[in-house]
């Protein structure tokens, strides 16, 4: 059984295993085996961090691991998960590494890679890797050290791409937007991408100091973007979380659209435009019964997959889709990137905007949502609540009630310890009975 990596690389608390400067030396190392199969040293990895104290730890543990293999490291600092992908193949990298925990807090970590087409590694290269970290591996001889060099101007480049992702002849001159980078990775590019395009940009969460990464701001936190939205009478707000791979939209009046929402938008945009490969839009069993009834009703087939946006990819490539994504924000655009970019999606509801003339308040509701409760119960190390008789009676008791009326949802979190109860159901009283029912079953158990 595979025991480091979850549904999006390796995570957990820093300084805990398995976030220690010891096991990512040795991922390094496992990492730098696998990609160096031929014992040649015309290798090269790239590593993007985001602003956690921790990795500062991590990038030198990774590079000790990958160049004791032979591998040759480039170094690019501070930038988005999804420059990472495009700088991977951009520099023609046969590995990219980010290291971050995405919208978690400060003291978490993560190591999530990518392949040398900018995609995350398959389950399958996780596992070969997760297996060479637990054998003994040998460093190379003294004169195939490898060498690592740091790149002053990773963060440039992926801003020119950014900006390339926006139709030529728009311009947001007069747009007043306010950008929320959680003090996170995007905390320089998204407000110069702005900037660069003609917005007035409003900046909030770009002063990153270590462990103020996610707190109380970004995509998860949206209360200071609403705030700023308001008290600078602006006309959109757009909220990244700490690696920028997701993305939250307020209108004028600090409402916000979910990644659902800009995905209906998008998804409706692009089948007019004939540009919505498949005429399918991809997400996730998360993703709520309203944009599923929205999409069928403009003829839009949605493809549902598995809790993660890797896996999200990893069907939009199988069925050659371009457009998917996640209700937490991931919008996944394979004709621009190759995993979710938060920028990117604003740019295209920044588009949207200008091509209309429509106000953020007319975008971000698509659809009418289904009533959707999503709990979650936290379990210690060791504890398995879903194997719980008594929470196993709960459960099949309200699917019983859910026929015909909604859908319910359990699963063990891939990132974090935690149980995701979700229900979705028109009668709000009978959602709440299900949801909590099932909550106090799991709290008991553990």
Not at 44 to 55: A, F, N, P, W
Request: charged share 20%; proline share 4%; aromatic share 4%.
């Amino acid at each position: 059984m595979r025991k480091l990596f979850g549904t999006d690389g390796v995570r957990g608390q820093a300084n805990s295993y398995p976030m220690t400067a010891e096991m990512a030396l040795k991922l390094g190392a496992a990492a730098g085996r696998y990609f160096r199969s031929d014992g040649q040293n015309r290798h090269r990895v790239v590593i993007g961090k985001d602003t956690r104290l921790s990795g500062y730890m991590l990038e030198n543990a990774l590079t000790a691991g990958l160049t004791s293999t032979g591998m040759n490291v480039l170094l690019l600092g501070p930038v988005p998960t999804p420059a990472v992908g495009f700088l991977t193949r951009s520099m023609r990298a046969d590995l990219g590494i980010m290291i971050s925990a995405s919208h978690n807090p400060h003291m978490d970590n993560g190591i999530k890679f990518f392949g040398p087409d900018g995609f995350k590694l398959s389950d399958e290269a996780e596992a070969e890797i997760e297996a060479l970290v637990m054998s003994d591996l040998e460093p190379v001889q003294p004169q195939n050290i490898g060498r690592a060099k740091r790149i002053d101007d990773g963060l440039g480049r992926y801003v020119e791409y950014a900006k390339t992702t926006f139709p030529r002849g728009v311009k947001l001159a007069g747009l007043r937007v306010v950008v929320d980078c959680a003090n996170g990775a995007a905390y320089k590019a998204a407000p110069e991408v702005l900037w660069e395009l003609g917005a007035n940009v409003i900046p909030v969460g770009v002063t990153p100091n270590g462990t103020n990464i996610n707190h109380e701001c970004g995509s998860t936190n949206t209360r200071l973007a609403a705030e700023t939205i308001v008290a600078h009478g602006a006309d959109v707000g757009i909220c990244l979380d700490g690696d920028a791979d997701r993305v939250m939209i307020l209108d004028q009046n600090g409402n916000v659209a979910d990644g659902d929402q800009i995905m209906g938008l998008m998804a409706a945009r692009w089948a007019v435009e004939g540009r919505l490969n498949g005429n399918t839009l991809v997400a996730t069993v998360m993703s709520n019964l309203g944009l599923e009834r929205f999409l069928h009703g403009k003829g839009i087939a949605l493809h549902r997959t598995g809790v993660g946006d890797r896996y999200v990819v990893e069907a939009m490539r199988a069925g050659g889709f371009n457009l998917g994504g996640e209700q937490s924000g991931h919008i996944v655009m394979t004709d621009y990137a190759t995993t979710g970019d938060g920028l990117i999606a604003g740019l295209q509801f920044l588009a949207e905007m200008a091509e209309t003339g429509k106000p953020a308040s007319d975008l971000i509701k698509s659809f009418d949502r289904c009533p959707q409760l999503l709990k979650n119960v936290r379990y210690a190390a060791g504890q398995e609540p879903l194997n719980d008789v008594h929470v196993l009676a709960s459960i099949a008791d309200a699917e019983k009630r859910l026929i015909g009326k909604g859908r319910l949802l359990i699963r063990k979190s891939g990132t974090e310890p935690l149980v995701r109860v979700m229900a979705e159901c028109e009668d709000e009283l009978m959602l709440a009975e299900v949801v909590n029912g099932i909550v106090e079953r799991i709290e008991a158990a553990v």
